[in-house]
């Protein structure tokens, strides 16, 4: 069964204390591992699509990196403004669909 | 319009109730998702479009539940008796087709009373 696990559920840091959020993949066949953020009442936001592994895709303050087993999103220095629950999902090989991690719900403290 | 648009945000029903909620994709997208998030849960995944065609209904949950696309543009997911089980956000999601960013409404709170 196609799964998707992400850690920790939740984290707090202080504004400017680097980390980073874990994405664990296990599926029949990767075509793409995608990360999104979500704020609350609101659908999720797309960041990044990695392909394969080695891959890295940066935007501001985040990272994301691909191995054959996991995802990272990294965060360095962030601000209070990047508080949200960040997504990661697998598409799937021979299907049209994105199986979803539960989430990490981020808190930035000032 | 600018991005995928949900109609309504939230809705109450009573059980027993039918239910409509629709979405608009971003003009031009051939693929159309909708997927089922339960308070606190990631979403999960329900049904596919390609334009007018519904290529993969494995995520409905029960045959209570039926999603169209009959022009290739706006759907409508259809929630028929509806269930308290039933209460989640429903969010539509479209693209251009493989390989793309996969853009997501914001969702309809569905509350099943």
């Known amino acids: 069964e196609d799964q998707v696990t992400q850690s920790p559920e939740a984290l707090r840091l202080q504004e400017g204390e680097s980390s980073s959020l874990n994405c664990s993949y296990t599926?029949?066949?990767?075509?793409?591992l995608f990360w999104y953020r979500q704020d609350p009442g609101k659908g999720p936001e797309f960041l990044f699509t990695?392909?394969?592994a080695g891959e890295e895709k940066e935007k501001e303050r985040l990272k994301a990196t691909l191995t054959k087993k996991e995802s990272f999103l990294h965060i360095t220095a962030p601000k209070p403004e990047d508080s949200a629950t960040y997504l990661c999902?697998?598409?799937?090989?021979?299907?049209?669909?994105?199986?979803f991690g539960q989430g990490t719900r981020l808190t930035i403290n000032p | 319009g600018a991005g995928v648009s949900q109609s309504p945000r939230y809705k109450v029903a009573k059980r027993g109730q039918d239910v409509a909620l629709r979405c608009d994709p971003i003009s031009g997208h051939v693929s159309l998702f909708w997927y089922q998030q339960a308070l606190g849960q990631g979403p999960e995944f329900l049904t596919y479009f390609q334009n007018e065609a519904q290529l993969d209904k494995s995520g409905l949950p029960s045959d209570r539940f039926f999603a169209e696309r009959p022009e290739g543009s706006v759907s409508t997911l259809k929630i028929q008796r509806t269930q308290q089980e039933d209460s989640a956000v429903y969010l539509c999601?479209?693209?251009?087709?493989?390989?793309?960013?996969?853009?997501f409404g914001s969702g309809t709170r569905l509350t099943v009373v």
């Open positions: 999601a479209s693209s251009l087709g493989n390989r793309w960013g996969i853009s």
């Open positions: 599926v029949s066949g990767l075509r793409g």
């Open positions: 990695l392909y394969s």
């Open positions: 999902a697998a598409l799937i090989q021979g299907a049209q669909k994105l199986v």
